[in-house]
């Protein structure tokens, strides 16, 4: 069964510092998602993706995170300047079409140290 | 604005015990419900779903019925397993434009031989 691929499974990364979150969505899919877990919160949106541009962005999502789809099959989370509140597990997530039946494929997460 | 409540863990159970996992929304109109599944090192995995009022979703022999009168989504198996030791996630997807999922806290279920 086809599935979405993150990597690296762990990133350690110093305050203040760049960092690049790497996802391969399911091949056929055109909605692609970034959700994020704080340790003992909630999954919380970011930011939903399509036809290249944000479809959707949350509160949390401001001027140091953007998205790119680079090529036919990355989708890519970066944050421009680290702080130790962005450490937290970051989801990756696809789906075929952008209505409420179809469902949300999740990679396994990306885990963000930020020391 | 949107959001789910469901009950806090852990939840520790003996192998084909009966569960319960309580889930209640808060939404405007219609919202799609789901329950995803959590196992120790992997993803979130999108366990059932319920799309209107009174519509029972089911997969791998939970079930979750879809209760627009009590804003509810409860999940419930009648015979646990060990391997269905797991955080279980509640969440919704509001009936107004969008797809942007919202999600309960989630609940971790224990399950003891």
């Known amino acids: 069964e086809p599935e979405v691929t993150q990597t690296p499974s762990h990133q350690v990364t110093q305050m203040g510092q760049e960092v690049i979150l790497r996802c391969v969505p399911i091949s056929n899919h055109l909605y692609f998602y970034w959700y994020r877990q704080i340790l003992g919160q909630k999954v919380e949106f970011l930011v939903s993706f399509y036809n290249n541009e944000i479809s959707e962005k949350s509160e949390i999502f401001d001027d140091q995170f953007s998205v790119e789809r680079p090529d036919g099959s990355n989708f890519t989370l970066k944050i421009r300047s680290t702080k130790l509140e962005d450490s937290a597990m970051y989801f990756c997530a696809s789906s075929f079409a952008d209505t409420r039946n179809q469902p949300q494929h999740f990679g396994d997460g990306t885990r963000l140290s930020i020391l | ?16 015990a009966f569960l319960t996992i309580n889930c209640t929304y808060t939404a405007t109109g219609y919202p799609s419900l789901f329950w995803y599944v959590q196992y120790p090192g992997e993803g979130l995995q999108l366990l059932l779903k319920a799309t209107k009022a009174d519509d029972k979703g089911s997969n791998k022999g939970f079930e979750a019925t879809y209760r627009k009168e009590t804003t509810s989504f409860h999940l419930e198996k009648g015979s646990v397993q060990v391997s269905d030791s797991a955080v279980y996630f509640c969440a919704l997807i509001p009936m107004t434009a969008g797809n942007k999922l919202t999600f309960g806290g989630g609940t971790r279920v224990l399950v003891k031989p």
Request: negative net charge; glycine residues 12%.
């Open chain 2, 1 to 16: 604005g949107n959001s789910v409540t469901q009950m806090e863990g852990p939840v520790t159970l003996s192998e084909e």
